[in-house]
């Protein structure tokens, strides 16, 4: 029987593909698990960068927003990492509440990985599912999965669930409140107001109400370095997959990282840029006020709390804005994007320790700004709780960094091309049995159901085959266990790395039909091999 393929198609065994096909194959068939569950694709990680306007708040890497295409300023780029962009986040102390980076970046996660795909092996085109031309006379102008889906996927949706509530959409970038805020915005209020009820007494109870106010206008403050992050990354094409304000600030989920190392640089500048002229133009209205108002006191709130946010996050330690500067100075001076990341992680390590003791041994010496204490109080616990948050955040995030940077190196190892399954063509009423002889004759691993003309229209799952019994399969016709072919489970074989990742993303199935870029038929692509092989890669040294 024909073997789908065209020239360079899949050998019949790779060493990264499942087993073969049969009584005895694991089942990894349409989008189910053996329990139902849809079969996660590895995530492409988000862009390391990581730009912080605060204590740091790292964050996992989300995936694309509720079917939200990220913005990517004048010229869209490409879809979610992070899997994946350079997460910034912003987040501050004080009489303001921090407010924390994430590391999506996700942050994010910049020099997107992705490797040159094999070039087809010289040689006669292998003949095509039915026709013998290896060719999708009607169909070759599909498009392929990495084109998008259609319509937010259930994952999508739940990612949007996890966003929090939807504020709007400044430069086509979707801003979410995290439940979390809500708590410190609370918190905030009630710390606050209270020193406020001393500073004017007269208010009373109005004093929270203030306070409240304070609490929102900062976390405004806290958008506004956000979006200075934002804007730098679409004026840089760089896609944006959403702002979160959350408990410890705010997160600009980037999905790609920075070309060069002063695009890297300007990036996690403008943030902590934002938040001093912020600061400055607080300080500049407070002389126009008198300072025991209530004018007065919020502006000083603010002058203050944006000081603070923009020092904190120029602090030279992945993940704050600071680390991310600090990676920039080190990839340009050795051409190494990952020994950047190296040297800023490990300084973010040694803030992490420093704040976790040095906060504490400040706040009780009086350092700060307040009267120093001899005795062990509740203020004391409470700053080594703080220091220890923030310390937790800050190392956390450094070791993110790492590990989003090592998946990095590995991702352009997933190749399309590599990872293929030979397949066979077989027609909607051919016996399961038959059509698995013709497999095996052909020393291929998937079938692909066509029409009279050749044409492909399904795939046959692997997990049905492994549930039919097999004195039951000469009655079976593989139509029955075929899954149809959708526009995005047409995946190119010249995808590679976390472009390959993202086309799977956009389409979760198990198995995909790979084709050539002139629409010939390349095989068949299974995500179970997918996901080996992205764990082979990552299980390999750097």
């Known amino acids: 029987m024909d073997v789908s393929g065209g020239r360079g198609r899949p050998r019949p065994g790779n060493d990264e593909s499942a087993e073969p096909t049969g009584p005895d194959a694991p089942a990894t068939g349409d989008d189910t698990h053996a329990t139902g569950e849809p079969r996660a ?18 964050a996992p890497g989300p995936a694309a927003e509720d079917g939200d295409t990220p913005a990517s300023g004048p010229a869209a780029e490409d879809p979610r990492g992070t899997t994946g962009g350079p997460a910034h986040g912003t987040t501050g102390t004080g009489p303001a509440a921090p407010d924390g980076r994430a590391e999506p970046h996700q942050e994010s996660p910049a020099d997107r990985p992705s490797a040159a795909p094999d070039a087809r092996a010289p040689g006669p085109a292998g003949r095509g599912a039915g026709d013998g031309s290896g060719q999708l006379p009607e169909h070759a102008d599909r498009p392929f999965a990495h084109s998008g889906a259609k319509g937010p996927t259930p994952q999508r949706r739940e990612e949007r669930r996890r966003g929090g509530l939807l504020m709007g959409r400044p430069f086509g970038v979707p801003v979410y409140v995290a439940p979390s805020w809500f708590l410190v915005a609370i918190l905030i209020t009630w710390v606050f107001g209270g ?48 702002i979160q304000l959350q408990f410890f600030g705010g997160v600009s989920e980037i999905e790609k990282e920075a070309e060069t190392p002063g695009r890297e640089f300007v990036l996690a500048f403008v943030g902590p840029l934002l938040s001093l ?17 209530v004018p007065g006191v919020l502006l000083a709130g603010l002058m203050v709390s944006n000081l603070i946010v923009a020092v904190f996050n120029l602090l030279p330690g992945l993940p704050l804005d600071g680390g991310r500067m600090l990676r920039a100075v080190v990839w340009a001076i050795t051409g190494k994007p990952m020994t950047g990341t190296v040297a800023a992680a490990w300084v973010g390590r040694a803030l992490a320790v420093s704040v976790l003791i040095g906060l504490p041994l400040l706040t009780q010496s009086g350092a700060l700004g307040s009267d120093a204490v001899d005795n062990v109080g509740m203020d004391t616990v409470l700053d080594a709780l703080l220091a220890a948050i923030l310390a937790a955040i800050i190392w956390t995030g450094a070791g993110n960094s790492l590990r989003m940077a090592r998946l990095r190196e590995h991702l352009p190892e997933l190749r399309a091309r590599t990872l293929t399954r030979r397949a ?33 229209l399904s795939l046959v799952r692997e997990a049905a085959i492994v549930g039919v019994p097999e004195h039951r399969r000469p009655w079976v016709p593989v139509g029955g266990l075929a899954q149809d072919l959708t526009d995005g489970m047409r995946v190119s074989a010249e995808l590679a790395g976390e472009d390959l990742l993202d086309a799977l993303r956009a389409t979760p199935a198990t198995e995909y039909l790979v084709v050539e870029n002139t629409g010939e038929i390349y095989g068949v692509l299974s995500a179970a091999d997918v996901e080996r092989a992205f764990v082979k890669a990552m299980a390999r040294p750097s």
């Open 277 to 293: 002229v912020l600061s400055g133009l607080f300080y500049l209205a407070l002389q126009a006020v008198d300072p025991s108002s």
């Open 195 to 242: 020193q406020i009820d001393r500073v004017l007494p007269e208010l009373g109870a109005a004093s929270y109400l203030v306070s409240l106010f304070f609490a929102v206008a900062f976390y405004a403050s806290v958008l506004v370095h956000e979006l200075a992050h934002t804007v730098a990354a679409l004026r840089f094409k760089l896609p944006v997959r959403r």
């Open 424 to 456: 066979v063509p077989v027609e909607t009423d051919t016996p399961l049995s038959e059509a698995l002889r013709r497999a095996n004759a052909a020393g291929a691993r998937a079938l692909v159901v066509v029409d009279t003309d050749g044409v492909p």
């Open 41 to 58: 694709t590895p995530a492409a990680p988000a862009p390391d960068p990581t730009h912080t306007a605060g204590p740091g708040a790292p």
